[in-house]
């Protein structure tokens, strides 16, 4: 089986380096002869990507550790939903699974309308382009990161999954973020050759759906790992600006850029190559990030470690970034439309474009920063929380804000209504004198939610007015994204700066004290199974005397790993959420916890969930007007 699997993917290499020199050969000759073998070719690639990933699954499943991929990262005390998950839990398994999804994008590109309508020479160019991208993957997989490594000796037992992963939350967190990344590569391949023959505006129709649905998965990726980190971490929050956090947000902030400036393309005709930039930076950073979590570049809490993979990804990104350049500079551009003022709806669009490549840039120095520091220092300097806390939330308070004025201006110049603009302005000056006179007097944290207020009022209000935009699906979901900022935001606000901690060591029957809750502690339980010892607290929770529920968390001991694992209790709320983790306990059964009050915590969650789903009613069908060449 390591045979067969090897020697598909090994196939697929050959295919594809294949394939990108009949591409080449016939752009050459200005022909199309290869165009047929190219897309059949991918067909087939698919095919064989599918092949090996299957055999490593049956792998994984049957726990067969003459895989040293298996051995790694599985046991035989691992339930069979997490040993699949294992498929991207370690840097080989994840780099395939990345590659096979490359693949069937590729493959599903072949289907749609938007390819359909291109001209052959487009067509060769985007397969060109494209398959270089999957062939890099290919000499990894069958380079440095080979997941189908055979032991001829194979031990009894694998090393088992690190249990900080066996969580929901990571079954579906890597594999959403990989499929975002996988998928920006086709609109950048598309957005290259299209501006190579001469339609440079035509990719932003026929490439939206696909930057659309890219970046679904990538919002989803990063809310789903902000919640793993939540429940999983046991330190009570879901962001801790680590590398390997900011590593996919990075990416996020220049995509979402791009969603914006190509409305501004597709409408107003202008920013063409500064669309076609943003688009291949987006795919570039994707990379990136894959740097930072597997080269060893940077120290992170959940990075791979170095793998080898380091150096020929740094000369993948080099190599792209001189083509992009390249592919900028021989663009040739129609004359665009002149942007109107600042004062209307393309240049706030401008303003919030500037501000999130602004965000990024920040996480981008300062995930660096230890490197760069070793310029002048000899110990490296590494930016904690503190410093992105108060560089990186003011602005992405502004940037709400202006969500709020938004839709009431004009294309051209102006507001659209007076009325509109007096409410929104209004709900966030009443929002803000609310919040202060509830205790709420940290400017930011102020400034952020009464914007959030402000955003939550004039959506509803401009769909209250507008009977046309209820009826245009595109509108639920545009706004419906904004929405779900707004929530997000109004969750940030409160349950960062306002969140409430409380530590103590507990004799059973007493009381901990944490704001308005009192927390009994009344039982100690220890629960075994084969793999696993769980050490488990029980604390009745009441506030102002009001039984409210049970909190159980545990410390955990796996099998095949020597520290202990935090496993934590909530008690969920649309207010208030009690987060509890059990710090250690004594052969007495005394024990030591930690308490959180988080205010409002749940609506990020919601407000993540609200703006992937929403999203969903953005795709449109192709523009007739766009034609091939």
């Given at each position: 089986m390591h045979a067969i699997a090897f020697a598909s993917i090994f196939l697929a290499l050959v295919i594809t380096l294949a394939l990108i020199f009949m591409g080449f050969f016939d752009l050459s000759k200005n022909r199309d002869n290869a165009l047929v073998w190219m897309e059949r070719g991918q067909l087939a690639c698919a095919g064989l990507f599918c092949l090996s990933s299957w055999i490593l699954c049956l792998a994984l499943v049957h726990r067969d550790f003459s895989f040293m991929y298996v051995q790694e990262y599985t046991d035989t005390f691992l339930p069979t939903f997490y040993a699949l998950t294992a498929f991207w839990a370690g840097q080989n398994g994840s780099f395939l699974f990345w590659a096979m999804m490359l693949a069937i994008l590729g493959s599903i590109m072949i289907f749609t309308p938007g390819y359909?309508?291109?001209?052959?020479?487009?067509?060769?160019?985007?397969?060109?382009?494209?398959?270089?991208?999957?062939?890099?993957?290919?000499?990894?997989l069958t380079g440095v990161s080979n997941p189908f490594v055979q032991i001829l000796n194979p031990p009894a037992q694998g090393n088992g999954m690190n249990p900080l992963l066996q969580n929901p939350g990571m079954i579906f967190h890597p594999p959403l973020l990989f499929i975002g990344y996988a998928g920006f590569t086709i609109p950048c391949c598309l957005a290259f050759a299209l501006s190579i023959t001469g339609e440079p505006l035509a990719w932003m129709d026929r490439g939206r759906n696909w930057v659309l649905v890219s970046w679904i998965f990538l919002t989803a990726g990063i809310i789903l790992g902000a919640w793993w980190s939540y429940m999983e971490l046991g330190w009570g929050g879901y962001w801790a600006w680590d590398p390997?956090?900011?590593?996919?947000?990075?990416?996020w902030f220049s995509a979402t850029a791009l969603l914006h400036t190509s409305l501004i393309g597709r409408t107003r005709k202008g920013?063409?190559?500064?669309?076609?930039f943003l688009v291949s930076l987006t795919l570039l950073l994707c990379f990136y990030g894959t740097f930072v979590v597997r080269s060893g570049f940077i120290q992170s809490l959940h990075a791979f470690g170095s793998g080898g993979v380091g150096m020929p990804l740094i000369i993948f990104i080099g190599v792209a970034l001189f083509l992009t350049l390249l592919v900028i500079y021989a663009c040739r551009t129609a004359p665009s439309r002149e942007l109107d003022g600042m004062l209307s709806k393309p240049g706030i669009l401008l303003i919030v474009v500037w501000l999130l490549l602004a965000l990024g840039s920040i996480?981008?120095?300062?995930?660096?920063w230890p490197v760069i520091s070793e310029l002048w220092s000899d110990n490296s300097i590494g930016l904690g929380p503190d410093?992105?806390?108060?560089?990186?939330?003011?602005?992405?308070?502004?940037?709400v804000l202006l969500l709020a004025l938004c839709p009431w201006l004009a294309w051209k110049s102006g507001f659209k209504t007076s009325l509109g603009l007096y409410i929104a302005l209004g709900s966030f000056f009443i929002a803000g004198i609310g919040f202060w006179m509830m205790g709420i007097t940290l400017p930011v944290a102020l400034l952020g939610a009464s914007a959030a207020v402000g955003v939550i009022i004039s959506i509803g209000t401009l769909f209250l007015l507008n009977a046309s935009l209820r009826k245009q699906l595109w509108a639920w979901g545009a706004y419906g994204v904004h929405l779900g900022v707004a929530?997000?935001?109004?969750?940030?606000?409160?349950?960062?700066?306002?969140?409430?901690?409380?530590?103590g060591i507990l004799h059973k029957g007493e009381v901990l004290k944490v704001g308005d809750y009192e927390l009994l502690y009344n039982d100690f339980q220890?629960?075994?199974t084969p793999g696993m010892t769980a050490y488990e607290a029980r604390l009745m929770v009441a506030k102002k005397g009001k039984p409210l529920g049970i909190l159980a968390p545990q410390k955990r001991m796996y099998t095949n790993f020597d520290q202990s694992f935090a496993e934590v209790a909530i008690i969920p709320g649309l207010g208030d959420e009690v987060y509890a983790t059990l710090l250690g306990f004594d052969e007495d059964k005394n024990i030591s916890v930690k308490i959180s009050i988080n205010p409002l915590v749940n609506w990020i969650w919601i407000g993540g969930t609200l703006m992937s789903l929403a999203a969903l009613l953005c795709f449109r069908r192709q523009r007739k007007s766009v034609t091939a060449a």
């Open positions: 359909r309508s291109l001209a052959p020479k487009t067509k060769i160019w985007f397969w060109t382009f494209f398959l270089l991208v999957q062939g890099f993957f290919l000499l990894m390997v956090e900011n590593a996919s947000l990075i990416p920013l063409l190559k500064t669309n076609l996480v981008f120095l300062g995930v660096n410093f992105y806390n108060r560089v990186c939330m003011p602005p992405l308070a502004i940037l929530l997000i935001a109004l969750g940030i606000a409160f349950s960062g700066p306002y969140q409430v901690n409380e530590e220890i629960k075994e």
